[in-house]
Structures are given as structure tokens and as C-alpha cells.
């Protein structure tokens, strides 16, 4: 089985561009979007028939937003966490498969100046109490925009970075506390070394000289580990400033 995620910062943009294509040529069975920035009723549904789309958009038109193609329909999709204070922005979106629950997330952004950092940590809390809560039924995949680079590999400038949203101590730390209950890195259990991200300044030439950030990941419950066959970056898939990240598992 193969899954995939992808933050395309506006599904509206990428089906424009080169996003039937990508879809018809990876064929993921399951595909989790983060940034969708629209409805469903927005978006023409010009996908295969084969995939069935499950939706949990922003309150707030245009903004944040998940959706989830799967071609296997699940037992239940639930949007959000059960947090009334987390649960308005589209940001978590869980299908129930018969072994295994798959969250797809996009974490918030503590923002310029940390503006949003003291929500930030209130969330990571938060979450990873939901995938404990998931995970006390069945193994847990998780995946999307984390919106955080864990260690200094996984940004290209670390050291100037320090201080800034995506790479601060207590971001990092929340991601931590995610490995330390148990949770894997599942790109991390196949490349140990630096030089891959997922996330890249849209300002001056960042991507062409491949001056990223890796922030974007699927986390697994341990016990899935021994079905997890493969982990990957696509760096020349183009169409946004993210590019999809995926699994495979058998």
C-alpha cells in the first residue's frame, strides 16, 4: 500500500497546474492534503472515480484545510480532535482502516515573532494525547505538514535558525515527546543524513539550491514498523512550495 502526503497551499492552485497528472502517475492508494484552502464544492470533482474524498475545511474561507483521497472507503472519518479551541481551522482529519487509523495533520504555525507558540505547545500536548487515545485501539499512521524541523539535519541553516518558528526548543521539543511515546520517523528509519527537505522558500532561489527545511513527515506507531517497506521525499514534484512525502507498507 502506498500513501502519500502532500501540502499543496491551495488545491484550487495545483489542479491548474500539474496535479491530475501527479495523481494518475503515483496512483498512492491513500493521498492526505494539507492547505487545501478551499470546500468541496469549490473544487470540480475531476479526480478518478476510484478515489472517494473526505473533507474538513476552515471556518474561515480559504485558510488551512485537509481532505484525504482514498480508494479503499474507511469504517469512519472523523474531522478534528474533540478540542473545541483546535477543532475550527480543518487542521486534522482521521480515517479508521481495518488495522491501523490514519490522521492526516496540518500542525499550526507558531508564526513570525512566535506570535503563536504558547497555542503551539498547547497543541502538541493536545494531539499527541489523540493519537494516544487512537493508538490504545489499533497502530496509528500519522502524516502532514508538522510545521517543525526536529533536528539540525533537517534544515540546510540550523544555526541561524535557532530562534525561529519551525526550529524553536519548545517546537522541537513537542515533536520529541511524539518520538519518546513512541512514534517512528519513518523517513529517518531508512536516511540518516542531511541535504533532504520538503518545504522551501518560495523568496529568491532557496529551492534551486536546495536551501530547505524537511517539515514535513509520516510518523508511525512502533508496532507498525516491521510493515513499513520504503520512506520518500519527492523534491521534483514542483507544483507547490511543499512537496509530497510517502510511505509504503506491505
Not at 536551501?211 to 519527492?234: E, K, T
Not at 514534484?237 to 506491505?250: A, K, L
Request: glycine letters at 8%.
Amino acid at each position: 500500500m502506498k500513501l502519500i502526503s502532500w501540502n499543496v497551499n491551495g488545491l484550487r492552485a495545483v489542479l491548474r497546474k500539474n496535479f491530475l497528472s501527479y495523481l494518475a502517475d503515483e496512483a498512492p492508494d491513500i493521498l492526505c492534503l494539507q492547505e487545501t484552502k478551499c470546500s468541496p464544492d469549490q473544487v470540480e470533482p475531476v479526480w478518478p472515480a476510484t478515489y472517494q474524498t473526505y473533507w474538513n475545511s476552515a471556518v474561515k474561507k480559504g485558510y488551512s484545510g485537509t481532505a484525504i483521497f482514498t480508494k479503499t472507503k474507511p469504517i469512519a472519518v472523523t474531522q478534528g480532535i474533540g478540542i473545541g479551541d483546535h477543532d475550527n481551522e480543518g487542521r486534522v482529519l482521521t480515517a479508521e482502516h481495518g488495522d491501523f487509523y490514519l490522521v492526516n495533520a496540518y500542525v499550526p504555525n507558531s508564526q513570525r515573532e512566535l506570535a503563536r507558540l504558547p497555542y503551539r505547545q498547547r497543541w502538541d500536548v493536545d494531539f499527541l494525547a489523540y493519537l494516544k487515545t487512537l493508538e490504545q485501539k489499533k497502530p496509528v499512521i500519522w502524516c502532514g505538514d508538522l510545521n517543525v524541523a526536529h533536528t539540525e539535519i533537517d534544515l540546510a541553516n540550523p544555526k541561524a535558525n535557532m530562534k525561529n518558528h519551525g526550529f524553536t526548543p519548545e517546537e522541537r521539543a513537542g515533536f520529541g515527546a511524539a518520538i519518546d511515546a513512541g512514534f517512528v520517523d519513518t523517513f529517518r528509519e531508512f536516511e540518516k543524513g542531511g541535504g533532504h527537505y520538503t518545504w522551501w522558500s518560495p523568496m529568491g532561489t532557496a529551492r534551486a539550491r536546495n536551501i530547505g527545511w524537511r517539515i514535513d513527515y509520516f510518523m508511525v506507531s512502533a508496532a507498525f514498523r516491521p510493515s513499513l517497506r520504503r520512506a520518500f521525499i519527492q523534491p521534483h514534484v514542483m507544483d507547490s512550495d511543499h512537496c509530497p512525502v510517502g510511505i509504503e507498507i506491505g
